[in-house]
């Protein structure tokens, strides 16, 4: 049950080499938008778009290609996706909306639709949600540190960061790659994290990561009877390439593995919650 | 009568929910399974559903601006659906021509009570007695809202100063938060309250499930303020910066810094969306992870 509920899980990559040149892995998430775009299942997409600031994250709407295209690659630090979710059918105007999101982000979302308290008419709008994996998230000022203190570079000239292997990378414009130990970068997580009991987005429609896959490659779960189908049309109109899952290395075995640790550590921390930090009282669960 | 009972009294008798999906396709996936059960009510003979079986409903008006009740409106053919098949309307000044409150199975109030105007005290008063079921619709009536704000001097009542969430005055099975509450929400409460009465176990488990959080906080008190993102889910170790609750402010007071709300509190309405909005105030994994089969179900209910 730690990878949640899915119809198929497959490896993946987009046909596209535009999607494929700057994206994170596989390009899935830009792919799917864009083909979902393309095909009129979605009007737009709510996105993690650049700031002004090197690599922090900003919710955005994106509605063509080039503004998809615009917002490929991970940026690890908080991109408030759901405080788009009313405007996007408001100032906006979308009816069919797609949106990306972390695990926690499609929790929102889910709730969001079944507990709409200040969402109006936002329920049915929900086309596509594409959920990313997710074992942490980092404040901005994190990843400032991580990258400028820890890894010695400065963040403006960072071309892409990721999280693999064990490792924190830091590649630059210039060629240089920097790596940092996981272990560095614990301190600097987000708080909220550690009370997560989600890894692969199981709220999703269609959920990926780079986890199980080999680099260039992306893991995909297809999870709702919606993304069901709009994957099938996806394969259908030529946007990915796939192979079995059980075809590749390390596969769904690394990412059960990752799961479980995830989600068990997590569960003794709100266990701890309730014990290790109070005499006579306990933290708040929100989990009921 | 405890709120189960007294929500299967309310609910006796729909019979023919969904009865638009009766060739529906069984469901193969666990989060069908919803879909599937609901066979089970549709076989039961129509006949058995007499009007006089049908809940009765009130509508209450305290001090709130009736966006409440448009908003329940605002449901459009949803509401012709309840109001055709599951509740009679017993009290309603804006709708029904009752001038007393009459007894009934469910009162939804709206707005919030002014305690120098002895008449909204008595109403609320035989409110409470009459009903056996009193919902808070709306964030006056839960937590006062805009209310709060009032200190008297008005035209044509200078006197009428204090107003206070019905909570303070009574007690309150379930909240509907929000300003104006959504329809969408104030329509999951109907159909899951419709579950909790005529479904099998396992639907009653989820409708159960469902409602919980909004008794919860009928139980948690009658003050809101976008300061409790800070002190129930900042504070506490829970954010992990999903902007659900910026989304759902209706004065947009909560903008999204650095990944975490910034609260203009002075805008600040206290109508306690944020906070109930937010994945982190209160998340049941039971009623979400079936979120497909939910949604599916209270489509077919809303069916005329
Ligand atoms: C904080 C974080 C932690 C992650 N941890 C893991 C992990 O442990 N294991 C794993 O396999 N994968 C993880 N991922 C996912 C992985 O890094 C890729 O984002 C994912 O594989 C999608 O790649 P892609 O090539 O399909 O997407 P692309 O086509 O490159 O598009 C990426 C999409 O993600 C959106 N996005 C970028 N940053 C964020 C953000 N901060 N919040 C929300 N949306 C964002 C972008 O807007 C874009 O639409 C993580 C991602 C994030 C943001
Ligand atoms: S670890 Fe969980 S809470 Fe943190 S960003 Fe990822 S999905 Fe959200
Ligand atoms: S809704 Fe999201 S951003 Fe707002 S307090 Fe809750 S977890 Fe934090
Ligand atoms: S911050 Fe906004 S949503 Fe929260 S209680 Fe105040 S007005 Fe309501």
Redesign the interface.
Known sequence: MVLG?Y?QAVAARSTDPDILRKSQDGGIVTQLFAYALDAGIIDGAIVAGQSDEPFKPE?MVATTREELLAARGTRY???????????VTRSYGLDKVGVV??P??M??L????????????V??KIALAVGIFCME?F???GILQLVEDHGATALENVSKLDIGKGKFWIYTERGATVQLPLKVTHKYE????????DYVA??ADISTGSVGTPDGWSTVFVR??KGDDIWAKAIAAGAFETKPIDSVKPGLELVTKLATEKITKNQQFIED?KTKFTVGKE??N??? | MGILESLKALLFGKHDVGGEKQDQKPADKPADVIVEKKASIIKEPKEEKPVADKITVGHVHMSGCTGCLVSFADNYEGLLTILDKYADLVYCLTLADVRHIPEMDVALVEGSVCIQDHIAVEEIIETRKNAKIVVALGACACYGNITRFCRGGQQNQPQHESYLPIGDLIDVDVYIPGCAPTPQQIRNVCVMAYLLLKGNDEQKALAGAYLTPMMNLAKAGTEACGCDVMYNVINQGLCMGCGSCAAACPVRAITMQYGKPQIERDLCIKCGACYAQCPRSFFSFDVVNQYEGIMEAIDAAMQP
């Open positions: 509920n119809k919710p630090s908080i991109s408030p996706n759901m405080s788009l979710i009313k405007e999101g972390t926690c982000q929790q929102a889910r709730k969001g639709q079944l507990y709409p308290v200040g969402l109006r008419d329920a049915d998230n404040p901005y000022q987000q708080p909220g994290c550690h009370v997560c009991l199981n709220l709702s009877a919650r933290l708040r929100p989990y009921i």
